[in-house]
């Protein structure tokens, strides 16, 4: 699985997955959805850092995350427990997804948050704010993926944005209140534009991400490594988040070259290699089902 995601979602990801792993038991998408084949893309990890940017633009929603958990201290921590959600709801069995969705409605449901401006307060589970972090996610892995080189036809990604009403009701929207197609997640997306500014926690997310916390002997990596993850996830960012944040990007053509660069080094390495991580979570759906529900290599080539 390569995503993270649900990132201005408040801290409520649990860890292991318990996925009891029943033979022949799908899950809620199983190897026929665009999904299986998109998430197990190792772009998913930049497209993650996109969406957390992304989401961060909604002030209401990034409060969520600064004010229930110590994003700045266990900010890796959360990542991997957003990203092995994101993994168990896409290859684990149907039991083990339909618990973990329980598990972070129960969690938000018990989250509030202060506006500091008004002393409003109000909860992380409001359908307002867990619709613009559903929508910032999807659009990020459609659009890294696409503009990495993943081959997606314009069908192909319709049906992966409609799968996703799935996902949203896991965490406890409904359905038909999300968006089912490209045209409709743009429009929405469109119309969220007003409401969007790059708050003082906004500029937490950013540092954050441009220089996380690590310990020293691992600052080289940071250097090399996150930097180029990080930069490409703020560059494929739409041109007006970058006017928000207010730091420039370089060309549409020369973001996209990075992508498809970035895309093809990732996926030469072994796949079974990479899908270590998070715990082995398509490698499990594989032996549950069979080596017919292996994702194939940068497409949906085998989903009509």
């Not at 996925?19 to 190792?42: C, E, K, Y």
Request: glycine fraction near 10%; charged fraction near 20%; charge should be positive.
């Amino acid at each position: 699985m390569g995503g993270t995601a649900r990132g201005a979602a408040p801290q409520g990801h649990a860890g292991h997955s318990g996925d009891p792993g029943r033979p022949g038991d799908p899950g809620l998408f199983g190897p026929a959805s665009v999904t299986w084949q998109v998430h197990a893309d190792p772009m998913m990890w930049v497209a993650g850092v996109r969406a957390l940017y992304y989401q961060a633009l909604l002030p209401r929603a990034v409060r969520g995350v600064m004010q229930n958990s110590d994003f700045r201290k266990d900010a890796w921590g959360r990542l991997m427990r957003t990203a092995n959600f994101v993994g168990t709801t896409t290859y684990g069995t149907t039991e083990a997804a339909e618990r973990a969705g329980a598990r972070v409605r129960k969690i938000h449901s018990l989250l509030k948050v202060t506006d500091p401006d008004t002393g409003e307060r109000y909860g992380v589970d409001e359908p307002d704010l867990l619709l613009w972090v559903h929508c910032a996610e999807i659009d990020s892995y459609l659009h890294v993926a696409r503009r990495s080189g993943f081959r997606l036809t314009d069908a192909q990604a319709d049906r992966y944005v409609a799968e996703h009403r799935t996902s949203a009701r896991l965490v406890g929207l409904d359905p038909a209140d999300v968006p089912g197609d490209r045209a409709q997640l743009a429009a929405y997306l469109a119309g969220m534009r007003p409401r969007l500014a790059a708050g003082p926690e906004a500029r937490d997310v950013d540092d954050f991400l441009r220089r996380p916390p690590v310990h020293p002997l691992v600052t080289p990596a940071r250097a090399t490594l996150w930097r180029r993850v990080s930069t490409l996830a703020y560059a494929s960012l739409p041109p007006y988040a970058h006017e928000l944040y207010g730091r420039p990007a370089p060309s549409p053509s020369a973001v996209t070259r990075g992508l498809r660069t970035t895309g093809t080094v990732l996926r030469c390495v072994p796949a079974r290699v990479r899908w270590q991580l998070p715990p082995k979570h398509v490698l499990r759906a594989m032996a549950r089902l069979g080596p017919g529900s292996r994702p194939a290599p940068c497409s949906a080539r085998s989903v009509p």
